[in-house]
């Protein structure tokens, strides 16, 4: 369907669910959502893109724009859905700026030190989201699993887990993804956040092999920002420290989990937690 086709070329309105809609209506919208986002515009400017939303919302609810588009602008969002926006503190009196050399360390690319931690990581969680909600799943792999294809690119396989494949379904639809990388013993994490796509080449699955196999996907990582981020959490967590591992009995087991929310019974409890560390020991790929 063509623009012309909803809106003839001689036409300047048109009625949509009972209501008279001006063409024009869309773009005006985000002109003056893009001012109302802006938190360099000044306040009555800002009041005035507001009021020129508010008037436009009607007609753009009878186009139907925000059964198809989701806005991530919080506030807008919450005018749009006639919301009150949430209550925010004024961060810039809470925390003080970053220091100079924080941000010069965040780069658009790898660079050789990026590249040295990549081929040890073992672990990273991996970010991504639609506008059905957010997802961070776990990866890991021998070291080097996670592979530079080159300065600006990373690559890593998908391996079989519960078959979700939340991540994968929301690359379809938003491209944005973040990693998060945990190296163990040490006190630092590195990110990347970027943007992510699903592939099947055959060259690459072949290259991500392992266990003699090869996967069935890969995602590609297309780099925005890479940096070494402060492990203050690792010492809050005691993360590394013998005496912080947990007991096996200390919680519930996969078994005990499934009978509490009436997924098996009580006499297969046992059987469960044999199955599972089975698996998750041993059907790595």
């Known amino acids: 369907m063509r623009a012309q086709d909803i809106l003839p070329d001689e036409s300047n309105e048109a009625s949509f669910a009972g209501l008279t809609v001006r063409k024009g209506t869309v773009a005006a919208f985000l002109a003056n959502a893009r001012a109302f986002a802006d938190p360099a515009l000044a306040s009555d400017a ?73 081929k040890a990581a073992t672990f990273f969680s991996f970010a991504s989201g639609r506008a059905q909600g957010l997802d961070v799943s776990p990866r890991g792999g021998p070291p080097g699993f996670v592979q530079v294809l080159d300065a600006h690119t990373v690559a890593f396989a998908d391996w079989p887990g519960n078959n979700r494949i939340e991540s994968m379904r929301n690359l379809a639809d938003d491209e944005r993804a973040a990693m998060l990388f945990l190296f163990p013993g040490l006190e630092l994490f590195m990110r990347i956040n970027g943007r992510a796509r699903v592939t099947t080449d055959a060259a690459l699955l072949a290259r991500l092999a392992e266990g003699g196999k090869a996967p069935k996907a890969a995602i590609v990582v297309a780099i925005d920002e890479v940096l070494i981020h402060c492990g203050k959490a690792i010492n809050r967590a005691r993360l590394w420290r013998e005496d912080a591992r947990l007991a096996r009995d200390a919680l519930p087991s996969v078994g005990q989990m499934l009978a509490s929310m009436a997924m098996i019974g009580q006499a297969d409890i046992a059987q469960a937690d044999a199955h599972y560390e089975q698996a998750v020991r041993n059907d790595l790929y």
């Not at 198809?68 to 925010?88: I, S, T």
């Open 46 to 118: 800002r009041a005035a893109a507001q009021a020129e939303i508010e008037d436009a919302l009607p007609a753009l609810r009878a186009l139907g724009l925000f059964d198809v588009l989701e806005v991530r602008h919080g506030p807008l969002r919450a005018l749009v859905h006639g919301r009150a926006p949430a209550a925010q503190p004024d961060l810039d009196a809470l925390y003080a700026a970053p220091a100079q050399r924080i941000e010069q360390a965040v780069l658009g690319h790898l660079v050789p030190v990026h590249e040295a931690y990549l």
